[in-house]
């Protein structure tokens, strides 16, 4: 049986339909699809990570400043979907699924072999040590918006979310969501990780962002003046970037040299892009999902334990949704800027590109 998600609503609702499909059918007939596990680029997060040697050893908090996975999109509500978005919304709708999935993938620990269990297992491990980054009140881990609304370059007025197809006018559902999050074991103790995702966004663009720390003794701090204009070289920690689409590929920024007379630093990309290295197209992600359902082979699926435990991470956001109404926020921004508070203290922010 191939399910479609969202599974369930909440913790609760998420563990009596599992009870339910249980109590019919094995774990193993059970094909729960999310189709961000199908596409290309998602799938080579652990190939890169894996089967390299030399990002592994860094990826933890010795390294790593933060982590920041951004899924935007510039569509508002399509067609008849306002019905079903209304009662779930971005949290529901993207985050407790397809952006945990990215979540899993970049921060879980090796597996010990590539069978389904071994990869799950080790994604449920890690959804278990994660939880909302609270520090005073959930108010400061958790932004919520809704487009209001705006009009397109073209001068077309943009509709507000209330007033789209089957919105009810007086809706707090939230069309943007984003938070802190940490994950407390041995490797990602006391590293940040920022989610967002949200309709009629800025741009449609998925990434995974893993900021290192700036390196330990920074020599290259001199002003540099380039006839009467003087500036302080300002050394960019190294970034790397996990483009899940469009321009699927992998970029790691570097400092390098600027070619002149002084010792100037600058930051460059190294890049690996899919369309450069390979001709063929990538694969639609349903096509390759439905393709192994029926070899039966259940590694890109959800199991039932992961469910619970992407639900579980959410749980507080979800009973406290009293404390965390909507910020507005205009159609084709990155949000509502109040996100940004979510750096607070850390020195960093979203990369918005
Ligand atoms: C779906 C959501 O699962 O994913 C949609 O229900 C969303 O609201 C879509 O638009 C995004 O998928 P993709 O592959 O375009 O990032």
């Not at 080790?122 to 881990?141: C, G, M, R, W, Y």
């Not at 590293?191 to 330990?216: N, Y």
Request: hydrophobic share 35%; with cysteine.
């Amino acid at each position: 049986m191939v399910i479609e998600k969202p599974f369930g609503r909440d913790l609760e609702s998420a563990k009596a339909l599992n009870a339910a499909l249980l109590k019919e059918l094995h774990e193993t007939q059970i094909y729960r699809i999310d189709h961000y596990l199908g596409k290309e680029t998602v799938q080579n997060i652990l190939s890169f990570r894996f089967a390299n040697t030399i990002f592994e050893p860094v990826f933890n908090h010795r390294y790593v400043n933060h982590i920041q996975i951004t899924a935007s999109e510039t569509v508002g509500m399509e067609s008849e979907r306002g019905g079903y978005y209304d009662e779930y919304g971005a949290l529901r709708d993207m985050l407790t699924n397809h952006m945990m999935k990215l979540l899993c993938l970049v921060t879980m620990e090796p597996p010990g072999n590539l069978s389904a269990d071994a990869i799950r297992n080790e994604k449920v491990k890690v959804l278990n040590a994660t939880s909302i980054d609270v520090q005073k009140s959930i108010a400061d881990a958790v932004y919520r918006g809704q487009y209001s609304s705006g009009h397109e370059e073209d001068g077309t007025r943009i509709k507000a979310y209330r007033d789209e197809n089957r919105i009810d006018r007086n809706s707090q559902t939230d069309t943007f969501v984003a938070m802190r999050l940490k994950i407390d074991n041995w490797r990602w103790a006391g590293v940040p990780i920022f989610l967002r995702t949200g309709k009629r966004m800025a741009k449609k663009s998925t990434e995974i962002v893993v900021q290192f720390k700036v390196p330990p003794l920074q020599l290259f701090r001199q002003v540099e003046c380039e006839g009467d204009v003087c500036d302080i070289t300002r050394i960019q920690p190294n970034t790397l970037i996990f483009r899940i689409q469009p321009d699927e590929g992998i970029f790691l920024q570097i400092s390098a040299k600027r070619p002149r007379w002084q010792f100037g630093v600058e930051d460059a990309m190294m890049d690996f892009s899919y369309s450069g290295r390979w001709e063929q197209s990538l694969p639609e992600a349903y096509e390759r999902l439905l393709m192994d359902t029926l070899h039966g082979d259940s590694t890109l699926f959800t199991r039932s334990d992961e469910v619970e435990a992407e639900w579980r991470v959410v749980d507080p956001v979800l009973k406290n949704l009293s404390q965390l109404k909507p910020y507005p926020y205009p159609p084709g921004a990155w949000g509502m800027p109040e996100a940004e508070w979510l750096f607070n203290g850390i020195g960093a922010s979203w990369r918005n590109e």
